[in-house]
């Protein structure tokens, strides 16, 4: 079957791809900039990358007629801009409206729990988007999950965070919230077992794992599972506002994801029972533990094949990173800085691939890191992102506060573009050129007198950090 995938740079659908090509399937992949999706990952002919922005009418022609069935997987609650509300709105009824001029027989929904009367902005949005999606041209199923539990996953890497950083839990009252968590796997078997299953059509299902949980009882039993002793104690007194700010600081969210977060921790999402499993022949459900020690296998061999923290939050980058690969030249500071390379090249391309992270930025890492914290402090993404897979690295994805724009072995070039908060904007690049030198170049464009104030301040922090980086990348 010729079957179209939207969100296909989104954390869902990077996992549910692959399962689809080894299916025997041809898959179009819609992207709103074929720069972030790395189609060297796939050596297949059945697979097609288009760009198509939803938000954009005039894109959606490139849809092809000829596809059988649709995956709808478009979010758009981790965006910092705009209301993500109105924003799903419009993605829906544009895509609606373009599937009813295919052939495509069915669309399938990836939703959210919404069996409270009393709903999250985040959760009304997903069951308004369900309301949008339904047509008398072609069928739907939605299927709705709460917490999905996978390496990558934003609940997985928040409860991750919590575990891991505090010895000592005091949190918000939330924490006793029941929800039915699941794991990737099930959710992508599911997913890929109502595709043209009949009985499925026009029927919406929960689909949860074997336990229902409280926030408390997983973050206790991640610790249990990991090996970790903690001791959390709920308060009443914790109000919306703090509960983001507690979960911001302690975790890699964003300030506006941890505000939807904890509106919408605050509902209960239990799963109403359905005949979904024998309807698709049976799925063994995978418990809540088990499936930490999945992910865990996943993240200990570097195989997170998709993470939450790659969804593009800045507003600069709203509509895809290819616009700012060409670096500007003109009303810029320019730092730029050469060093001939004594030692195997191969090693230090693999140093410029390994930065950030864990490994950090090689040089000064404490001043890194006051810069982290001082961008959390404003409301920016700070350090916490760190990054994906320790050694690889593609277009696309988040590399501490940095979004990578361009990571070409070939041409033995990396460049990044600032996400943190500045009075301007700044791109990082390293190069190697000739085979014998690497060249390091920080860019900033200033905005008004704010961003030339700005630059000339951590002036002399830059001459440090910029020449003890560039010496120790190419003599690690």
Known sequence: MKILLTGATGYIAQRLLPVLLENGHQVVCCVRDKSRFNRERYTTTELIVI????LDEQTLDRIPVDIDAAYYLIHSMSTSV???????????RNFRSRIEQTRASQVIYLSGITNNKQLSKHLNSRKNVEEILRSDKYALTTLK???IIGSGS??????RDLVEKLPMIIGPKWLSTRSQPIAIRNVLQYLLGVLHNQPTYNNSYDIGGTKVLTYKEMLLRFAKVRGLKRVIWVVPVMTPRLSSYWLYFV?????????HLVNSMKVEVVCKENN?????GGIELIGYNKAIQLAFGKIEQNQVVSSWKDALTSSILLNGISPHIQVPKYGCFIDKRRFKITQDVDRVLQNIWSIGGIRGWYHANWLWEIRGAMDRLTGGVGLRRGRKNPMEISAGESLDFWRVLLANKSEKRLLLYAEMKLPGEAWLEFKIVNNNEIVQTATFRPLGIW????WY????FHGYIFSGMIRKIANS
């Open 451 to 454: 961003g030339r104030l700005y």
């Open 154 to 159: 934003a609940s997985f890497e928040i409860i």
């Open 51 to 54: 760009e198509v922005n939803f």
């Open 276 to 280: 979904l499993n024998e309807l698709i």
């Open 82 to 92: 705009g209301d993500f509300a109105k924003m799903e709105d419009v993605s829906a």
């Open 251 to 259: 975790t890699s969210t964003s300030y506006s994801l941890a505000s």
């Open 457 to 460: 301040s951590v002036l002399p």
């Open 145 to 147: 999950a709460g917490i």
